[in-house]
């Protein structure tokens, strides 16, 4: 498939959405699996607020009426019109040894301009289910279960000896999507917030002045610790970084916690002022003089304050009394 042909394609897609036209998404019929669920739902995450309409079927003039036809079909083709990948017509590799599946293909050609987000979906996503699908062990290959495990117990269990309708198998399958779109949009939320803590980390050591405290000023991982580790071995004892303030999850509380002296083995390189450890409230604002406190833990590793630039303060607060 030619960048061209697939710009087209796209295109007439886009089109569709606009209008308010449904997508048609083709997949194989009867007993479903991760693979095939998955594809739906990076359609549907991709295209926000598409109308989806599934076609289950292996009757290929049924399928070819369809603008992706996934799972099935045999071929990796894109026509301008249509959009098929599928994994069964041959064996491939990815880089890290997990066979291609249909979702992992469609996934590369949504993303694959954004090769650090398509990284972080592949590891938390795409490879166990792309490994399961294939039938590899994610124990040979490195990889834990998969978040998608519950997606084949959903198929319909024939029951006195009495054989599963199609339209069993496809109410089924309705019935897990729900599910299987609220882990891919949970994923890519936590990817896109994996990055974009990466990117506000590096800001904040690249402008970090050898006080004491290094003041991140958006919600981060703890993705912060190797990285301040790799930038403490660089430093004289006296310019080291001895605190860490960013905002809480909520975008609006301040964290402040101690850095690890050898990372990542416990024990900070010094804790909290003695004197807050165990406070709380009204208690912690009057002894460290900063208002909006909320506690400090009673092991002096970390302290929270109801507004970030109440955290700074203390945090500069905490470098003077401990250095």
Known sequence: MTKQLL???????????????????????REFHEDDALCVSLIKAKFLGAIVRIIRTRDMNELAKCDFILDVGDKDECDGEHLWLDHHQAEEFWANRVRKSACGKLAEVFWGSDPEFLAGLRTELLDSVEAIDNGQNLGDLGLSSSRLFFVHGFNPVAMAGEACSDVAYDDAFASVLPMVDAVLRRVIVAVRAAIASRVAIEQAIAEYDGNGLLVIPAPVDMAWEPAVASLNATLEDSEKVLFVAFKDSDGVAGDLLVVKRDYPQFGALVDLPASWRGLRDD???????VEGAIFCHQGGFMAVWQKFDAAVEA????????R
Request: charged fraction near 25%.
């Open 7 to 29: 710009k087209r394609f796209f295109e007439k897609i886009a089109q569709k959405v606009a209008q308010g036209y449904e997508i048609l998404v083709g997949v194989h019929g």
């Open 283 to 289: 208690a912690l604002s009057e002894e460290s003089g």
């Open 315 to 322: 945090g500069h607060r905490a470098v003077a009394l401990v």
